[in-house]
């Protein structure tokens, strides 16, 4: 069995990224989860931390930690969303965001980033924070990146392969 579950939780998403890994995959048919049995899960989409995901979002991590609950299992949300990143840490292991343009950027590093570190020192865990910026994409020296694991310089990967400890599945309802 693969040990990583990455888990479309909804096609929606506010962008059209010209080379969007989902244009590549015929998401309506890929395989419906049937068990949560996995070291590790991937909250992927579309985009699941928008506005209209947000609380469909959260409430699957924590019926997946609840009902289908595994000793040391870790969820990941993957978004490009940072508005929301501080409340989902309270749900997940971690977040990868990523910047796919100098708008998204400038969200982070403006505002969101001193939301996100204020909420972590709540948090009594640690969290993962991966941050994936594409090609292109300026964040000024200044913003201190020192909580986060930064790659820079992302490009699309043509027909988005799936890693071999992976499998991709999708919530019945998307």
Same mark, same amino acid.
């Given at each position: 069995?693969?040990?990583?579950?990455?888990?479309?939780?909804?096609?929606?998403?506010?962008?059209?990224?010209?080379?969007?890994?989902?244009? !590549?995959?015929?998401? !309506?048919?890929? =395989?419906i989860?049937?068990?949560?049995?996995?070291?590790?899960?991937?909250?992927? #989409? #579309?985009?699941?931390?928008?506005?209209?995901?947000?609380? /469909?979002?959260?409430?699957?991590? +924590?019926?997946?930690?609840?009902?289908?609950?595994?000793?040391?299992?870790?969820?990941?949300? %993957?978004?490009?969303n940072?508005? %929301?990143?501080?409340?989902?840490?309270?749900?997940? !292991? #971690?977040?990868?965001l990523?910047?796919?343009?100098?708008k +998204?950027?400038?969200?982070?590093?403006c505002? +969101?980033?001193?939301?996100? *570190?204020? /909420?972590?020192?709540?948090?009594?865990?640690?969290?993962?924070?991966?941050?994936?910026?594409?090609? #292109?994409?300026?964040?000024? /020296?200044?913003?201190?990146?020192?909580?986060?694991?930064?790659?820079?310089?992302? $490009?699309?990967?043509?027909?988005? =392969?799936?890693? $071999? !400890? *992976?499998?991709?599945?999708?919530?019945?309802?998307?």
């Amino acid at each position: 069995m693969k040990k990583k579950l990455r888990l479309l939780v909804t096609k929606c998403c506010p962008k059209s990224c010209k080379g969007c890994c989902n244009k !590549d995959w015929d998401l !309506d048919n890929l =395989p419906i989860v049937t068990h949560y049995k996995y070291d590790e899960i991937l909250i992927t #989409g #579309g985009e699941p931390l928008s506005k209209e995901n947000f609380n /469909e979002t959260l409430r699957l991590i +924590d019926y997946i930690d609840t009902i289908h609950s595994k000793p040391n299992r870790q969820i990941y949300i %993957y978004t490009s969303n940072s508005q %929301y990143i501080d409340v989902a840490l309270h749900y997940c !292991d #971690g977040v990868t965001l990523t910047l796919h343009d100098q708008k +998204d950027a400038e969200k982070f590093y403006c505002r +969101d980033i001193h939301i996100i *570190e204020e /909420e972590l020192e709540t948090l009594g865990n640690p969290v993962s924070l991966r941050l994936n910026v594409f090609k #292109g994409v300026y964040i000024p /020296e200044v913003v201190d990146l020192s909580l986060w694991k930064v790659k820079k310089d992302i $490009e699309w990967i043509p027909n988005c =392969p799936l890693p $071999e !400890d *992976e499998v991709f599945m999708r919530m019945p309802n998307i």
